[in-house]
């Protein structure tokens, strides 16, 4: 054990979404923070999530261009794949972001720690470096991030042709047949990317539906998608094991004694929290029976001054709610009145295509929290930019409280299926947390022609006029 007598404002363990920006705001609000992490910055989301799956989705959307450029007049040979320069081109696109996270610590002045950090009684946090060398550091306020894993199914264990996305997303080359067993965001993802790279896919779930959560307008258009791009979507059933064969591939058997051959799985379960190196011995810290760390609304744990954020804890599993969260919790730190997040309004975005975004409760939830509602709902189809783009499948829908004049009133929720709606959530997104009425949203312009016009037009129709009927 080397003692230091490290004080600091803020030790916060973990670096990924929840961590780094944690650290990043409070030594922007002049805190001295200290950084533990074990692994490389930037965590799940830059490392094993978020960026290197729309990297890979990115290059799904460049093949169709090209497989449909004839369309707009351009003669192009059919696509073909190298998917190692794709990997090449992630892996530089993840160097880059976790290389300015870095040089942003060092800007600030985060103090960052290589290894894991454990945390004991009175904040003091202890770092067990990787050649098992220790050092000891406290902190006035503690913020446990040390976020999630991959669930696993036993009998599916990794290698081989068995991957979780840790190993989806580091691959080479295209698996000519492969199963996604989990129909929600990440396996849809993984879905569309493949499927549209030219893998025969086969989405294995055991729930009535994938994407199960999803308002049904929306879920429809996303099925009606994938089987156009030939992905087999098979609900209801669940996986009972697998038997590999010589060729590196296995057949998953599945359903009431059905089998699939395939050359990759991708075990796309969920994830768990990875509490399981945070220590905790000593402190009034809580893990609860499905391993989350334990907080209340202002994401504080049973320790005074220590917090817990991001996936370690029972909140929606994104990047931005640990931003979310670690703000929360750095204004405490810094004595600054602070509001909760309210998690029934946080934007959501799933990249497969077609896209999915959405604020605010769907049609059946806001009617399941006793809201009497006024639903608009407008496809793609006829916008003109949709057209020009060629991608016209999709659609907005809006859900508004009904007033006692029967007239849509405050918006509720915002949800979109189709082109490029990750980037329109926003005034969604915006019209939802304002709690404005759909008389308010529908007085403002969007510009033409342009995907978000169709937003305007839905809102515009629940003021009872449209230009599109
Ligand atoms: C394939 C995939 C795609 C995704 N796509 C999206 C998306 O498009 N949008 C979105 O919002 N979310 C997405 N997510 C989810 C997102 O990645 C997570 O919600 C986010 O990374 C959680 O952030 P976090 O900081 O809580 O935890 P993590 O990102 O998991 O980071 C935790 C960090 O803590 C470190 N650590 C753990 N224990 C210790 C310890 N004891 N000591 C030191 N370090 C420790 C880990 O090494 C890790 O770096 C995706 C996830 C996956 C897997």
């Known amino acids: 054990m080397i003692p230091t007598s490290d004080q600091f404002d803020l030790v916060i363990i973990g670096g990924g979404p929840g961590g780094y920006s944690a650290a990043l705001y409070a030594a922007s609000a002049k805190m001295k923070v200290?950084?533990?992490?074990?692994?490389?910055?930037?965590?799940?989301?830059?490392?094993?999530?978020?960026?290197?799956?729309?990297?890979?989705?990115?290059?799904?959307?460049?093949?169709?261009?090209v497989a449909h450029a004839a369309e707009f007049g351009i003669e192009a040979s059919p696509p073909s794949v190298n998917f190692k320069v794709t990997q090449e081109r992630k892996q530089k696109i993840v160097a880059g972001l976790v290389g300015g996270i870095a040089a942003m610590c060092k800007g600030r002045k985060v103090?960052?720690?290589?290894?894991?950090?454990?945390?004991?009684?009175?904040?003091?946090?202890?770092?067990?470096?990787?050649?098992?060398?220790?050092?000891?550091?406290?902190?006035?306020?503690?913020?446990?991030?040390?976020?999630?894993?991959?669930?696993?199914?036993?009998?599916?264990?990794?290698?081989?042709?068995?991957?979780?996305?840790?190993?989806?997303?580091?691959l080479d080359h295209i698996p000519a047949r492969m199963v996604v067993i989990g129909g929600g965001a990440i396996g849809c993802e993984f879905a569309s990317t493949f499927a549209d790279l030219g893998a025969q896919v086969t989405i294995l779930e055991g729930l009535p539906k994938i994407l199960p959560g999803l308002d049904n307008d929306l879920a429809n258009v996303v099925v009606r998608s994938f089987k156009k791009k030939q992905i087999d979507i098979r609900t209801g059933v669940m996986v009972h094991g697998h038997s590999p064969n010589d060729q590196g591939g296995t057949t998953v058997h599945f359903g009431d004694g059905e089998d699939i051959e395939v050359d990759a799985v991708v075990v796309s379960v969920g994830r768990r929290?990875?509490?399981?190196?945070?220590?905790?011995?000593?402190?009034?810290?809580?893990?609860?029976?499905?391993?989350?760390?334990?907080?209340?609304?202002?994401?504080?744990?049973?320790?005074?001054?220590?917090?817990?954020?991001?996936?370690?804890?029972?909140?929606?599993?994104?990047?931005?709610?640990?931003?979310?969260?670690?703000?929360?919790?750095?204004?405490?730190?810094?004595?600054?009145?602070?509001?909760?997040?309210?998690?029934?309004r946080v934007p959501w975005a799933i990249y497969c295509d077609p896209e999915v975004a959405w604020a605010g409760p769907d049609e059946e939830a806001a009617k399941a929290a006793g809201y009497d509602v006024v639903v608009a709902k407008h496809p793609f189809k006829f916008n003109s930019r949709a057209q020009i783009l060629g991608t016209t499948d999709g659609l907005c829908k809006i859900i508004a409280e009904k007033g006692p004049d029967g007239k849509a009133?405050?918006?509720?929720?915002?949800?979109?299926?189709?082109?490029?709606?990750?980037?329109?959530l926003s005034g969604g997104y915006l019209a939802v947390n304002w709690e404005a009425t759909v008389d308010e949203v529908a007085e403002f312009i969007q510009p033409h022609p342009s995907l978000t016009e169709l937003f305007g037009e839905t809102v515009m129709t629940l003021t009872g006029r449209n230009f599109n009927g």
């Open 34 to 65: 200290a950084l533990v992490e074990s692994d490389a910055l930037g965590g799940t989301c830059l490392n094993r999530g978020c960026i290197p799956a729309k990297a890979f989705l990115e290059t799904a959307a460049v093949h169709r261009h």
């Open 111 to 170: 103090e960052v720690f290589d290894g894991w950090g454990s945390l004991g009684p009175d904040h003091t946090v202890t770092v067990t470096a990787e050649d098992g060398s220790t050092t000891e550091i406290t902190g006035t306020n503690v913020i446990l991030a040390a976020g999630s894993v991959p669930r696993l199914i036993p009998g599916f264990e990794r290698g081989g042709p068995i991957m979780t996305s840790d190993e989806v997303l580091d």
């Open 273 to 344: 929290p990875f509490a399981d190196r945070l220590g905790l011995d000593g402190t009034g810290v809580k893990v609860d029976e499905r391993g989350f760390v334990v907080v209340d609304e202002f994401c504080r744990t049973g320790e005074d001054g220590v917090f817990a954020i991001g996936d370690l804890i029972n909140t929606p599993q994104l990047a931005h709610v640990g931003y979310a969260e670690a703000i929360l919790c750095v204004k405490q730190a810094l004595g600054e009145a602070a509001a909760p997040v309210m998690y029934d």
């Open 409 to 424: 009133g405050r918006v509720l929720g915002v949800h979109m299926v189709g082109p490029w709606v990750t980037e329109q």
